[in-house]
């Protein structure tokens, strides 16, 4: 079968930085993806990492170790702005994406 | 230019009535996903559109729930009978390809079935 795990919440303060976490069991794996989505509304595409290593997108950073079967989205200089919930989904050729359950981040001032 | 749309925003209905919803992809897109996504829950993979393939129904939770994708555009998401566990929102996305290209989500259509 197909698994991520993420925590299913994380608080931080403005300012701060954050790394969530998102470990996956897959039968055959391509990249890792990551999304937001604020309530109520739908989730938009953040990061994908097809490599080992980081790929940084201004304030956000994404990490994969395929050796590892691990990745995880790092968020800096936190703003209140930035409180939603983050997916990680993983690429299995499956054609569609592997989405795991959330991680629900409370930015607190 | 515009983005995935999806109608109803919002749909009640009652046990036992059949319901459709619809998605407009964005113009290009050759791949259309249907996912639904409980309450304070991570999205549950339905059906996959790729051009002219056949779709991948392989998500589907049971036969009451079926889909269309009609020229290559436009998806119609049927359920059946409809029960209460059906309650969701059924979230459409589009993108040039599948896998790794980046997926573009509708605002979605949120079904309560009394």
């Known amino acids: 079968g197909q698994s991520l795990e993420q925590p299913s919440e994380v608080t931080a303060v403005e300012g701060a930085i954050v790394q969530i976490n998102c470990t996956y069991q897959?039968?055959?794996?391509?990249?890792l993806s990551w999304y937001q989505q604020h309530d109520g509304g739908a989730p938009t595409f953040l990061s994908y990492?097809?490599?080992?290593g980081l790929e940084e997108t201004g304030r956000f950073s994404s990490f994969l170790s395929r050796s590892d079967s691990y990745g995880y989205l790092l968020l800096q200089e936190l703003q209140m702005k930035d409180s939603a919930s983050y997916f990680c989904?993983?690429?299995?050729?499956?054609?569609?994406?592997?989405f795991g359950s959330g991680t629900r981040l409370q930015v607190q001032p | 230019g515009a983005g995935v749309s999806q109608s109803p925003s919002n749909k009640v209905t009652e046990k036992g009535k059949d319901v459709e919803l619809r998605c407009d992809p964005i113009s290009g897109h050759t791949a259309l996903y249907w996912y639904r996504q409980s309450l304070g829950q991570g999205l549950e993979f339905l059906i996959y559109f790729q051009g002219n393939s056949a779709p991948d129904k392989s998500g589907l939770p049971s036969d009451r729930f079926s889909a269309e994708r009609t020229g290559g555009s436009v998806s119609t998401l049927t359920i059946q009978r409809t029960q209460q566990e059906d309650s969701a929102v059924y979230l459409c996305?589009?993108?040039?390809?599948?896998?790794?290209?980046?997926?573009?989500f509708g605002p979605g259509t949120r079904l309560t079935v009394l």
């Open positions: 897959t039968s055959g794996f391509y990249g």
């Open positions: 990492n097809a490599l080992d």
């Open positions: 996305a589009s993108s040039i390809g599948q896998g790794k290209n980046e997926q573009f």
């Open positions: 989904a993983a690429d299995t050729g499956r054609r569609a994406l592997t």
